[in-house]
């Protein structure tokens, strides 16, 4: 049955609007969550979650960075003075104590992950004492198919450092680039030689790192169609496994380094766009495969493993300040601030501030926005078998706003599929924006990791 016609309502996403929509690595997003939620519903989720036995993963924020970006959405604590990270990496150790006595300890950890902020802002005796740490309180796997991945800022790492995190167990690596354009990098505080990138995916390929990831910005002050063109030609030639396309998101009411940066500078939301098209085309050329959620994967980096772990859903432990931890149902959050999440572990408590426990109109939703952003199309008969109901009848409020999209050739209705367009893909975000029913919900501030 077709969606009705889009009604008028605050809630309309405007599809060519200026700002981009959430990405989506998961949803709902953590604007969702109130401080209805705290310590007591995190500790009996994870005891429910050893019932159900599920894959658990781990994501250790860890905040600091040594210069700001003026781009940055993260609020990390920029400094040079390595020995904060002592009394971070100490109430660290207190939450995983804490956590740990909920988890079964046969559980084995498959999945690492560290982000930031910078996490080889730490020394490589901190990383060291950090890995020792975790693997004193969790069961941390050691196999080849175990998946550790750290995020890397390249003006930060050198080849003594990847020969340290491979000695650690870390196999996977993400480097931000961003952009190679040294007008971008003036613009956005952030000076980075394409040699520093080349001489750490050289290591990284001699030491057999299984995957490298390199992030780029779309957006980007100063960004123009040929500069980031040239770019991703110097990149896609050092043949990463992995390429990772995000886009910019200017609040400059939100992010005070952003202030750093003239709006006259940014490039229009057209533009971006043309840049976004240009890099899906070459990207297919050079042989990357679409992997969802912005990320693209060579054929040579375990593509098959790499889809099916893009919608594996395992149960996620945050640790450390902003961190989101994820155990089926319920969504749970640290405090955003520093001095918050230090308190809540000197009083001996779990520092969960805020969480949010998923309906069947999130999952609905959440199955939705999965489709359009890793597939690219919505099939309501296959969301409506997997929830055993009515898909269509359930999501029509959503539908009838997508709907919007079809005039606009963004979007096509063959029955109960959509299928997006070429032109569609470029506003992927702002399509599944419209099953978001928490976007006009105040975003927490400032923005939590990705985890
Ligand atoms: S963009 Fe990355 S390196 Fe720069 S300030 Fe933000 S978290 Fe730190």
Redesign the pocket.
């Known amino acids: 049955m077709p969606a009705p016609a889009p009604a008028a309502s605050g809630h309309d996403v405007p599809f060519a609007a200026a700002s981009p929509s959430p990405a989506y690595a998961a949803y709902p997003t953590p604007r969702a969550m109130d401080d209805g939620i705290g310590p007591e519903a995190y500790r009996q989720a994870l005891e429910q979650s050893n019932a159900a036995a599920r894959p658990l993963s781990l994501y250790v924020h860890l905040p600091f960075?040594q210069?700001?970006?003026f781009?940055?959405t993260?609020r990390?604590v920029?400094t040079a003075d390595r020995r904060l990270a002592e009394a971070y990496l100490s109430r660290l150790d207190r939450e995983m104590v804490l956590i740990r006595r909920h988890l079964d300890p046969g559980r084995e950890i498959r999945a690492l992950r560290w982000g930031?902020?910078?996490p080889t802002f730490l020394t490589l005796d901190q990383m060291g004492d950090l890995i020792d740490r975790l693997d004193a309180r969790f069961r941390l796997a050691a196999d080849r198919d175990r998946e550790y991945l750290i995020e890397i800022?390249p003006r930060g790492a050198d080849v003594f450092t990847l020969r340290h995190l491979e000695a650690l167990g870390f196999n996977r690596l993400s480097l931000?680039v961003l952009d190679l354009d040294p007008e971008v990098q003036r613009a956005i505080n952030?000076e980075q030689g394409r040699g520093m990138t080349e001489q750490l995916l050289d290591e990284a390929e001699r030491l057999g790192f299984g995957s490298v990831n390199l992030n780029l910005v779309l957006g980007l002050p100063r960004q123009t169609r040929d500069g980031f063109i040239a770019t991703l030609e110097q990149v896609i030639a050092m043949a990463p496994s992995r390429l990772s396309l995000f886009h910019y998101r200017h609040a400059p009411e939100r992010f005070p380094g952003q202030r750093q940066i003239r709006s006259a500078d940014l490039p229009a939301p057209r533009e971006v766009r043309v840049m976004l098209q240009a890099a899906i085309e070459r990207l297919a050329a050079a042989g990357y495969v679409h992997l969802g959620h912005d990320r693209y994967v060579r054929g040579g980096d375990r593509l098959v493993q790499a889809l099916a772990a893009g919608r594996r859903r395992d149960d996620l432990v945050g640790l450390g300040v902003m961190a989101v931890s994820r155990l089926d149902a319920l969504h749970v959050r640290n405090p955003l601030r520093l001095a918050a999440y230090e308190a809540a572990l000197d009083r001996g408590e779990l520092p969960t501030v805020a969480g949010h426990r998923l309906s069947l109109d999130d999952r609905l939703r959440g199955a939705a926005i999965e489709q359009l952003t890793c597939d690219h199309h919505l099939d309501l008969s296959a969301i409506g078998e997997a929830f055993g109901l009515d898909a269509e009848a359930h999501l029509a409020e959503p539908l009838a706003r997508l709907a919007g999209a079809e005039p606009q050739g963004l979007i096509v209705r063959e029955g109960p599929r959509w299928r997006v367009t070429p032109s569609g893909r470029l506003m992927i975000h702002r399509l599944a924006a419209t099953f978001d029913a928490y976007l006009d919900a105040p975003s927490p501030q400032p923005e939590a990791p990705p985890s």
């Open positions: 960075c210069h700001a970006c781009h940055c993260r990390p920029t930031g902020g910078t800022d931000e952030r």
